[in-house]
């Protein structure tokens, strides 16, 4: 049996189970030499092989030694190795299983240490030998080799070379002759040993003092087992000690070391920890703590997972890796922890590794700084800023800067919203580096005024606010409006926070209202002129065609055919010049949308160089319309394909019947429509601006008034239809006019001509212009009829009150609609149909959009005749009317009993 010790070393950890300042080692070869010792005889045995009992009390002592003990086989190859080596070179028993110990040596130990081994294979002994072994990671480890065996009182029997060199005795003899207590300067803790030893047959690594030959204590560690003769009875002690003074020495330093260490990380105001390398706190402060709302004992055993905020666990365990492997050697982060009570707490953690001598981690030392009010801060600046950036970026039209202007007038921008981009073409930076990447957008003609405005503001240091015209990247001039407050700063300069808005809708929309005034003040103005126009084209045109038709010669036939030709287009003049005026609407019949589109086309296209392919199939079904204002659509959007074909070009105008079914088309409802589509070969409409071609006022035209596509957009919507577009650049647009059908047949128009002139009965007409009461007379008188006329509502009510009386009665009224400075069309009704409920009732006026004239019978009268009107206009509203509640047997002048006065 052989021990051995390491001699005295620096210190490195607690945590290791073989401390370095002394390491025990015994080796057992395979040799034909077997060992000495005593054993009991009970247990039985042969020479060379100890009895089983023996073997047990050997293996526990082996096992649980913190010595280095192994067994080699006669080449050197270890056999056999304790759990100590692992602990001591940290390498598995496995893998130096069957390997030479001289693999393990330092290389400067090699030589000499197999010729020791040389030496004990040929059965000399081997004592007080020192070495030097090699583990993982360079770790060296020195060793010298010791032995002892006594008896059950103390008394020496044998002490190897490392044992009398450990005591300082010369040689065996010289020891065995001395009593226990000689070598023990503790006899109580060497009795507390023996009676272990006397218990449990063993003990291990005891610690005592024991006393050197020149009288100086030492403490040493002993691993002994009790050897027991045949009988059973205590023989001998078979001792394996190192000493431990060193250890001892630095064990009692380092705990004035931690006393001292502790009470600088107890009361240090920092967070500070010691963590395993798994994660888990070995130690922490009462400053962690209590940032954490643990004490320093609740924080042992918690795993760094449990308080630290969940988005950083992946990042923080990641970095630890990175720590481990060496890639880096420490760890610094802002993070987030998990507050005992549920809240965040924002620290600075500083980590690092300690590792032992050979490299090894250890364990993590984290030191965290509370930041949790600072990042509060910082946070509540952030969201201010990032606020003002947020509403600065996002405002509609709007920018935000900042001016700094110094002593000697140069100015620089040190903030500008992200809305530059937008506003002018460039990034905040760029805006910032150079500030005429702003300022140079600012027209010419504007330049000088606002300088001088600006120049003011800042010798009155007082706000500034102006309107110019920039000239953004697109080439487009808008609007801008500037707005900024001045204050002064430290080193003198002065800081203009401004504001800029993009003002070009607005001056836009009032630039359009003030058109829409003059447009209502036009319509105002167009409904005067028209009802006066349409009264005095009334005269013109009724006494024209009673010219025309008592002519005898046709050559004064043939003028005067022409001179109504034009009044008639006159009058299609004055419906357009009414489209300005309020509440139009449509003077619907049911007829073929073919001839007046035929005629539309062929009227705007006169002289200009596109042509017109029109396919319009006799076959359409009718519709209901007002024939002016679908003229007036086509004639809008015939002119708008004109305009896109400048150097000339065909268009096609194409007529179909179409069914619409079910949710199949946006704003149409199920049922039978015709279409009227008329495409053109011209540059097509961006699709940027399709969306906005009907809005009132838009136009791409430098001359175009933006109202003509709005115009007819309104009336088709009127009539109940739509306007679709389709367009493609390069390749051209089609307008499809989409209208309802109409379920009744078409009126076929009257015939201009009246060779029967049946008419009978008397007629009161109401008109303040006695011009019109003249033409209605004679044209009348033509039809077969007399006439009594009035001037206004009052005399109108007043002479069928007087007539009813006389027992008179008229065929039918009719009523001029507007009366100036007297009772009107509108307001005479209520009182006819209170005196006679039947008679037939027409209203007159040159008002032809009135709505009044459009829907006669909503208003309580039969019928209308639209100003200004032919002999045929008014044979056909009376002939419909009178023709059918005329008595067959009534006398001529005398209306039927139905239509008698009260």
């Known amino acids: 049996m052989f021990a051995a010790r390491a001699p005295p070393a620096r210190l490195e950890s607690r945590r290791g189970d073989v401390p370095r300042s002394g390491v025990t080692t015994a080796m057992k070869t395979r040799s034909k030499r077997s060992t000495a010792g005593c054993s009991p005889a009970r247990h039985g045995g042969s020479e060379g092989h100890p009895p089983q009992g023996f073997r047990d009390l050997f293996r526990e002592l082996v096992e649980t030694s913190r010595d280095l003990i192994c067994t080699t086989d006669a080449e050197g190859r270890f056999a056999y190795v304790n759990p100590a080596w692992e602990l001591a070179l940290g390498y598995r028993p496995e893998k130096m299983l069957g390997r030479p110990f001289k693999e393990f040596l330092a290389p400067e130990c090699v030589d000499r240490d197999l010729q020791q081994f040389s030496r004990l294979m040929a059965g000399n002994t081997v004592s007080g030998h020192e070495t030097t072994f090699v583990g993982e990671a360079g770790r060296r480890v020195r060793v010298v080799f010791g032995v002892a065996f006594t008896t059950t009182d103390g008394t020496v029997l044998h002490m190897n070379g490392a044992g009398l ?25 060497r009795q ?11 003990v291990h690594a005891a610690e005592l003092q024991a006393r050197r030959k020149d009288g100086t204590l030492f403490w040493i560690a002993i691993n002994a087992v009790l050897l027991r003769d045949a009988g059973g009875r205590p023989k001998h002690v078979l001792a394996l000690f190192h000493d431990i003074s060193a250890r001892r020495r630095m064990e009692s330093e380092l705990r004035d070391s931690e006393c001292r260490f502790r009470r600088t990380f107890d009361q240090c105001p920092i967070g500070a920890a010691q963590v395993s390398v798994d994660g888990r706190f070995l130690l922490a402060n009462e400053a962690l703590g209590k940032m954490l709302g643990y004490t320093a004992e609740q924080m042992v055993g918690l795993h760094f997972e449990k308080i630290t905020h969940p988005d950083h666990v992946a990042g923080d365990t990641a970095a630890v890796n990175r720590v481990l492997s060496g890639e880096i050697d420490h760890y610094d982060t802002d993070k987030r922890y998990v507050h005992r009570d549920g809240h965040t707490v924002w620290g600075h953690l500083s980590l690092r590794l300690v590792r032992d001598e050979g490299g090894r981690p250890l364990y993590f030392l984290p030191m965290v700084v509370d930041l949790t009010e600072r990042r509060k801060a910082e946070e509540t600046l952030r969201e201010s800023t990032a606020l003002l950036s947020s509403v600065g970026d996002n405002l509609p039209d709007v920018m935000l800067y900042q001016i700094v202007r110094d002593r000697e007038g140069r100015r620089r921008f040190t903030y500008v919203s992200a809305a530059v981009r937008r506003f002018y073409g460039c990034s905040p930076e760029e805006a910032m580096a150079d500030p005429e990447r702003i300022y140079g957008r600012v027209l010419e003609e504007d330049r000088e005024r606002i300088h001088r405005e600006e120049e003011r503001a800042f010798e009155a240091f007082r706000p500034f606010a102006s309107e110019a015209r920039m000239k953004a ?28 808005m993009d003002v070009t809708d607005r001056r836009r929309a009032e630039e359009s209202l003030r058109t829409v005034q003059k447009l209502e003040s036009l319509g105002i103005m167009a409904g005067g002129i028209a009802h006066d126009f349409n009264n005095l084209l009334a005269g013109v045109f009724g006494n024209l065609d009673l010219a025309r038709r008592r002519s005898q010669d046709p050559r004064v036939a043939r003028h005067l055919d022409e001179a109504l030709a034009v009044l008639d287009r006159a009058r299609a003049l004055t419906q357009q010049l009414l489209t300005f005026a309020k509440g139009g609407a449509p003077l619907r019949r049911c007829q073929s949308l073919a001839p007046p589109v035929r005629d539309a086309v062929r009227f705007s296209l006169s002289g200009s160089n596109v042509t017109a392919r029109l396919d319009l199939p006799d076959d359409l079904w009718p519709c209901e319309f007002d024939e002016h204002q679908i003229g007036q659509v086509i004639d809008n959007l015939v002119i708008n394909a004109q305009q896109a074909m400048p150097t000339g070009g065909s268009m096609t105008v194409a007529a179909r019947n179409v069914t619409v079914a079910d949710r199949k088309h946006p704003f149409l409802p199920a049922g039978r429509y015709v279409t009227v589509s008329i495409t053109d070969t011209g540059t097509g409409i961006p699709s940027r601006l399709r969306a906005r071609i009907f809005d009132p006022f838009f136009t791409t035209k430098q001359k175009g008034s933006g109202l003509g596509l709005a115009m007819a957009h309104s009336i088709v919507r009127q009539h109940g239809g739509c306007i679709d577009l389709e367009s493609e650049l390069g390749l051209g647009s089609t307008f499809h006019v989409t209208l309802p059908a109409a379920t009744g047949e078409a009126q076929a128009p009257a015939a201009e001509a009246i060779t029967d002139p049946s008419g009978c009965g008397r007629i009161l007409v109401m008109d303040d212009e006695q011009m019109i009461l003249t033409l209605m007379k004679a044209i009348l008188e033509t039809l077969g009829y007399t006439m009594v006329g009035v001037n206004d509502g009052a005399q109108l009510i007043q002479t069928l ?10 065929a039918a009224v009719i009523l001029d609609l507007t009366v100036r400075g007297g009772m009107g069309g509108v307001e005479a009704i209520a009182e006819i149909r209170r005196l006679d409920a039947t008679i037939p009732v027409f209203v007159s006026s040159g008002f032809s959009v009135s709505p009044v004239l459009a829907r006669p019978r909503d208003h309580g009268f039969t019928d209308s005749i639209p100003k200004p009107y032919k002999v045929a206009d008014v044979a056909r509203v009376l002939e419909r009317h009178l023709k059918k509640a005329r008595s067959p047997d009534a006398p001529c002048g005398v209306a039927g009993p139905e239509h008698r006065g009260r």
């Open 165 to 189: 060199r450990l005591t300082g005795y010369a040689s065996v003899e010289e020891v065995r002759a001395l009593p226990a207590s000689t070598f023990y300067g503790d006899p109580a803790g």
């Open 192 to 202: 507390q040993i023996v009676d272990l030893l006397l218990k449990d047959g063993a």
């Open 473 to 500: 990247p697109s080439g487009e001039v808008r609007w801008s409006f500037f707005a900024s407050n001045p204050r002064k700063l430290e080193d003198g300069s002065t800081s203009w926070d401004g504001i800029e």
């Open 801 to 810: 009150e007087d007539e009813a009386e006389a027992g008179r009665t008229f």
